[in-house]
């Protein structure tokens, strides 16, 4: 899966009495760091400032001028304290640098024989001060785990790459595009969402009619060199035993119609009116195109479900790999931590032990089988999970979430579509939550440990209420 390099701004705080050649090492070792875990750094010079820290309010403004020089490339923003720093001169920086990125505050810890004037870092008090000063000035950020922890320790990797998740998911929501293709189905009020309280964090809906998707694909000629492009995609990416050829082609059609729809648009995700209108009037399911744009990173969502896309999406960008939407579907026998998690499916590829293309059991009945054609049939991989809801409350105006973790099992399961059987600790209590909360029965998982940094970027710096289900 594509890995993206990020590109941090880095403030090294550091105050005249105390010894200042700790900023100057703490700055080296910090970048050194930094660039170790294949990140670019932006950040003053020793020629810019003294030892290309940050203390003065003039420095402040070179530092706040570099970054919004370089603000298109900016994910977020480390603030480093090899020693006590100066909290107005940090505070000061990320006001008049105006990036709006999270922000990771970290502090370098004093080594016990190492304590005379000449040596003493101050930094676990001085990054009291600065949380202080950035909370006044109303700038949020993040901490690292330990209050104070060396820049080169394991530990502190680990915080970065918890912060890259959370700078991935605030830059990548905000601002998002999200393509709507086609009406809910009339028979699912479940999937009823606010378009204005995802305007006001930053997401746009991109509407596109079913019809405008069936004439275009009408008039596309079978030889048309997208569809045939797509064609062989779709057979390279799925066995296609027994489906018959002219299905594969109206999929192929489909693909590339909702493809060149979405680059023309510029919308980065899609959910999709998946029944009945498409099998009554096209004669296949979307599933596997649906299934290969999010196994590509490009998240697709079932019934026109924005937000299960959103909370798709949200987990992708965290992990980087790709997420599925599954319905909290089915107890397993008597154990109160598992239930079955189905859809019927358009699950990515990433998910299954195996997978085969096939019809659509369910819909089968009410548009025939030869119409049904399509779905991603097999039983989902065992391993850890995340999973996550996101959606809009238009009785009190805001927008709300759950997160947690769990994993997908090995235990035996016959049924049909994609299925898979999570074991998640306190279930009950989740189950409760969200009937309590009235949240849907669509879920979003993925194959990782990210709930903390969905939580992260969801409070801190997106304003939505979310509930961490911690063990």
Same mark, same amino acid.
């Given at each position: 899966?594509?890995?993206?390099?990020?590109?941090?701004?880095?403030?090294?705080?550091?105050?005249?009495?105390?010894?200042?050649?700790?900023?100057?090492?703490?700055?080296?070792?910090?970048?050194?760091?930094?660039?170790?875990?294949?990140?670019?750094?932006?950040?003053?010079?020793?020629?810019?400032?003294?030892?290309?820290?940050?203390?003065?309010?003039?420095?402040?403004?070179?530092?706040?001028?570099?970054?919004?020089?370089?603000?298109?490339?900016?994910?977020?923003?480390?603030?480093?304290?090899?020693?006590?720093?100066?909290?107005?001169?940090?505070?000061?920086?990320?006001?008049?640098?105006?990036?709006?990125?999270?922000?990771?505050?970290?502090?370098?810890?004093?080594?016990?024989?190492?304590?005379?004037?000449?040596?003493?870092?101050?930094?676990?008090?001085?990054?009291?001060?600065?949380?202080?000063?950035?909370?006044? #000035?109303?700038?949020?950020?993040?901490?690292?785990?330990?209050?104070?922890?060396?820049?080169?320790?394991?530990?502190?990797?680990?915080?970065?790459?918890?912060?890259?998740?959370?700078?991935?998911?605030?830059?990548?929501?905000?601002?998002?595009?999200?393509?709507?293709?086609?009406?809910?189905?009339?028979?699912?009020?479940?999937?009823?969402?606010?378009?204005?309280?995802?305007?006001?964090?930053?997401?746009?809906?991109?509407?596109?009619?079913?019809?405008?998707?069936?004439?275009?694909?009408?008039?596309?000629?079978?030889?048309?060199?997208?569809?045939?492009?797509?064609?062989?995609?779709?057979?390279?990416?799925?066995?296609?035993?027994?489906?018959?050829?002219?299905?594969?082609?109206?999929?192929?059609?489909?693909?590339?119609?909702?493809?060149?729809?979405?680059?023309?648009?510029?919308?980065?995700? %899609?959910?999709?009116?998946?029944?009945?209108?498409?099998?009554?009037?096209?004669?296949?399911?979307?599933?596997?195109?649906?299934?290969?744009?999010?196994?590509?990173?490009?998240?697709?969502?079932?019934?026109?479900?924005?937000?299960?896309?959103?909370?798709?999406?949200?987990?992708?960008?965290?992990?980087?790999?790709?997420?599925?939407?599954?319905?909290?579907?089915?107890?397993?026998?008597?154990?109160?931590?598992?239930?079955?998690?189905?859809?019927? %499916?358009?699950?990515?590829?990433?998910?299954?032990?195996?997978?085969?293309?096939?019809?659509?059991?369910?819909?089968?009945?009410?548009?025939?089988?030869?119409?049904?054609?399509?779905?991603?049939?097999?039983?989902?991989?065992?391993?850890?999970?995340? #999973?996550?809801?996101?959606?809009?409350?238009?009785?009190?105006?805001?927008?709300?979430?759950?997160?947690?973790?769990?994993?997908?099992?090995?235990?035996?399961?016959?049924?049909?579509?994609?299925?898979?059987?999570?074991?998640?600790?306190?279930?009950?209590?989740?189950?409760?939550?969200?009937?309590?909360?009235?949240?849907?029965?669509?879920?979003?998982?993925?194959?990782?440990?990210?709930?903390?940094?969905?939580?992260?970027?969801?409070?801190?710096?997106?304003?939505?209420?979310?509930?961490?289900?911690?063990?």
């Amino acid at each position: 899966m594509h890995k993206e390099k990020m590109t941090m701004g880095l403030i090294v705080g550091n105050r005249g009495f105390f010894p200042d050649h700790l900023a100057k090492s703490g700055r080296e070792e910090m970048i050194k760091t930094l660039q170790s875990v294949g990140m670019n750094v932006v950040v003053l010079g020793p020629e810019e400032s003294k030892h290309g820290a940050v203390e003065t309010h003039e420095e402040a403004k070179r530092c706040a001028a570099l970054f919004r020089a370089n603000s298109q490339r900016i994910s977020g923003i480390v603030v480093s304290l090899p020693n006590f720093g100066d909290e107005r001169a940090i505070a000061d920086t990320l006001r008049l640098a105006r990036l709006n990125v999270p922000v990771l505050v970290q502090a370098t810890p004093d080594t016990p024989v190492k304590m005379s004037i000449s040596h003493r870092r101050d930094s676990f008090c001085g990054k009291m001060s600065a949380c202080n000063n950035l909370k006044q #000035y109303g700038i949020p950020y993040s901490l690292t785990t330990l209050h104070t922890v060396a820049p080169d320790s394991e530990e502190f990797k680990k915080d970065l790459a918890w912060f890259a998740g959370t700078c991935r998911v605030v830059n990548g929501l905000r601002n998002l595009r999200i393509g709507a293709i086609g009406a809910r189905p009339a028979a699912f009020n479940t999937v009823r969402y606010s378009e204005k309280l995802l305007e006001a964090s930053g997401i746009s809906i991109e509407t596109l009619d079913l019809s405008e998707v069936l004439g275009r694909i009408g008039r596309m000629k079978d030889n048309d060199e997208h569809a045939a492009r797509k064609l062989q995609a779709i057979q390279k990416y799925v066995s296609t035993s027994g489906v018959p050829q002219p299905a594969l082609l109206k999929m192929a059609k489909l693909g590339a119609v909702v493809e060149d729809w979405m680059k023309s648009a510029e919308v980065h995700i %899609s959910a999709v009116q998946c029944w009945t209108s498409i099998e009554e009037n096209l004669g296949v399911v979307p599933c596997t195109i649906m299934s290969m744009m999010s196994d590509d990173l490009l998240s697709s969502a079932c019934e026109v479900d924005v937000c299960g896309v959103l909370s798709m999406h949200a987990l992708r960008l965290a992990s980087e790999t790709p997420s599925a939407l599954l319905d909290w579907n089915n107890n397993y026998g008597n154990h109160p931590d598992k239930a079955v998690c189905f859809h019927c %499916s358009n699950l990515p590829k990433h998910f299954f032990r195996d997978v085969r293309m096939d019809y659509q059991e369910i819909i089968a009945g009410t548009v025939g089988k030869d119409n049904t054609f399509g779905t991603c049939v097999g039983r989902v991989k065992s391993g850890a999970m995340s #999973y996550a809801r996101f959606s809009t409350d238009d009785r009190t105006g805001r927008i709300r979430g759950y997160v947690g973790t769990g994993a997908f099992t090995d235990d035996p399961l016959e049924t049909f579509g994609g299925a898979g059987v999570v074991e998640i600790p306190n279930m009950q209590r989740l189950l409760h939550y969200i009937c309590e909360n009235g949240f849907e029965h669509h879920v979003a998982a993925n194959f990782s440990t990210v709930a903390g940094i969905l939580q992260e970027a969801a409070i801190r710096y997106l304003g939505w209420e979310t509930y961490w289900h911690a063990q």
